[in-house]
């Protein structure tokens, strides 16, 4: 479970404004994660209205957690904008993720047809960059 939910949600905001468009399918994501989370409907409207800041994340697999739900987010309506991509590795850069690692898991998603990265790839991209 998140630490600060609400830290998560604020980033997963702004990295769907990254693209200047919020689309439908891209606001059920964050509300489902949301419901999840226990965070109201209100407090949803008000984190869209006034994002809170990216709070430091400390633990590895926290950082990844938090990292890939980044990049689903990004990935949700099917679109990768360029934008994105800079929202993206500016949230890795933040987590101490090296933009590299996120160009191989971008690489991984556009070949899965799922569009996802199976954990234990993902593990495997994290650990060859931070032996």
Same mark, same amino acid.
């Given at each position: ?28 994501? #964050? ?6 989370? *226990?965070?109201?409907?209100? %407090?949803? =409207?008000? &984190? ?22 980044? #990049? ?6 099917? *679109?990768?904008?360029?934008? %994105?991509? =800079?929202? &993206? ?9 090296r933009p590299i690692v996120a160009d191989q898991i971008l690489k991984k998603m ?9 954990? *234990? ?11």
């Amino acid at each position: 479970m998140e630490r600060n939910p609400k830290s998560l949600l604020s980033d997963l905001i702004n990295m769907v404004m990254a693209d200047g468009k919020i689309k439908p399918s891209e606001i059920d994501f #964050i509300q489902k994660l949301a419901r999840r989370m *226990e965070i109201s409907d209100k %407090e949803l =409207v008000d &984190l869209f209205e006034n994002p809170q800041p990216s709070r430091p994340v400390f633990n590895e697999v926290e950082r990844i957690t938090h990292f890939y739900k980044l #990049i689903l987010m990004m990935n949700v309506d099917n *679109e990768t904008h360029e934008s %994105e991509i =800079v929202a &993206l590795k500016n949230f890795g850069l933040r987590m101490g993720i090296r933009p590299i690692v996120a160009d191989q898991i971008l690489k991984k998603m556009d070949e899965s047809e799922e569009k996802m990265v199976p954990a *234990e790839e993902l593990l495997k991209i994290f650990k060859i960059y931070y032996n």
